[in-house]
């Protein structure tokens, strides 16, 4: 993308862009899904009022829809089979996991659930044929927080639709981030839970995967969700044959990365009032426990199952660590994706990461202390100096 272009975009990204944003974004989340989180509403702020009305209204309109498609594709996509085991992308946000599911997904043996899709989770089969056009007319097709593209086609995660019908998604912490912890530790790692939530989880995650199986003829799944990286037995017990690629990053990076996802984000869809510092410890508890999560759980995944990947290999060589991905987990294919992997990487040569200048101090600090872990793991060196950049979460 051109550097004028870049700007055209950012200048869309005003006000009407925000709405467009938040249409996606908060529309369509199942009234039951609201009512379970009523409890917090009263921590909403008063100047956010009128947001919570706007999700309730949305969700409202979106009932008879939910209701038409149960009748009309209920058990069409009920018994929609996933018969090849899916390949999983994980690994913590601002890693590289959108820019590593963007290259595989040109490989035309996978399907991916799109981005329509994960707007409208309870009726995007019914709709298929008019909703994705409405959707693009309000949301712009650039991601607030890097500028990359987001059109209606683009693979999404599914974390999206997950939070829209379930309240056990750690997704819906972009509405209440005070309670940002404690709703990873509910609705991911099922800490204080019913025993009821795992259960309702794996249901409707995996009703979420038949459905994208559906729009995408049966073909195999590939699915990128940060949230999965600490999901690993749950997807285990659900599709045992599954692949994993893991991607990591230097915590240098991902640290003012991630923090610029939360502010950005949560300008447009919390319903509570929410400080830097609020951010800012959020991020840093949360990655521990989404890496800690998986350090432990993959041991569970079988061999010639999973690969890491590092996230400054896959910018330098995309191709080749591309290559080892298929090579490692006996992917059949790469031959013939090659050529359309090569061609997505020369129409990506003019994007402009995001610059956050260089760490503070404190930063350094905060990073090393709570962090510390991941260094000795995948031998990152300590106090990496210069600016800092990124491409892609």
Request: proline share 7%; hydrophobic share 40%; aromatic share 10%.
């Amino acid at each position: 993308m051109s550097e004028r272009n870049q700007k055209s975009s950012k200048k869309q990204n005003g006000r009407q862009g925000d709405l467009g944003y938040q249409f996606g974004l908060l529309s369509f989340i199942r009234p039951g899904t609201v009512l379970r989180l009523a409890h917090r509403l009263p921590t909403t702020a008063v100047r956010r009022i009128p947001r919570t009305l706007g999700i309730t209204l949305a969700g409202v309109i979106g009932t008879p829809l939910q209701a038409y498609e149960w009748i009309r594709h209920g058990r069409r996509r009920a018994a929609q089979p996933i018969d090849q085991p899916p390949v999983f992308i994980i690994g913590h946000w601002r890693s590289g996991t959108t820019h590593l599911h963007n290259l595989l997904s040109q490989d035309p043996q996978f399907g991916s659930l799109r981005m329509f899709q994960a707007l409208a989770p309870d009726f995007s089969v019914s709709t298929k044929g008019w909703l994705p056009s409405l959707f693009e007319r309000f949301v712009p097709t650039r991601r607030p927080m890097d500028d990359m593209e987001w059109p209606m086609d683009a693979p999404q995660e599914e974390e999206i639709p997950l939070a829209k019908v379930t309240p056990y998604s750690w997704y819906l912490q972009f509405l209440f981030p005070r309670h940002a912890v404690s709703t990873f530790r509910r609705s991911v790692l099922f800490d204080g839970a019913p025993r009821r939530a795992r259960n309702e989880v794996k249901r409707k995650y995996d009703q979420i995967l038949r459905t994208a199986a559906l729009h995408a003829d049966g073909r195999r799944l590939l699915l990128k969700n940060p949230v999965n990286t600490a999901r690993v037995p749950l997807l285990l017990e659900l599709y045992p044959d599954a692949r994993f690629v893991f991607i990591h990053r230097s915590p240098y990076e991902v640290f003012p990365s991630t923090i610029n996802l939360h502010r950005k984000i949560l300008g447009l869809t919390a319903l509570q009032s929410v400080t830097d510092d609020d951010i800012e410890s959020n991020v840093l508890e949360i990655y521990g426990h989404v890496m800690r999560q998986y350090l432990v759980d993959r041991e569970q995944i079988p061999a010639g199952r999973l690969i890491e990947v590092a996230y400054a290999d896959l910018d330098d060589a995309p191709e080749q660590t591309v290559a080892s991905i298929y090579s490692s987990l006996d992917l059949d294919g790469h031959e013939q994706a090659a050529p359309l992997i090569e061609a997505y990487v020369r129409s990506q040569s003019g994007y402009r990461k995001n610059s956050f200048g260089a760490l503070s101090d404190r930063a350094v600090e905060l990073i090393e202390q709570h962090w510390g872990f991941t260094f000795d793991e995948w031998s990152y060196e300590r106090r990496s100096a210069g600016v800092l950049t990124e491409r892609v979460a």
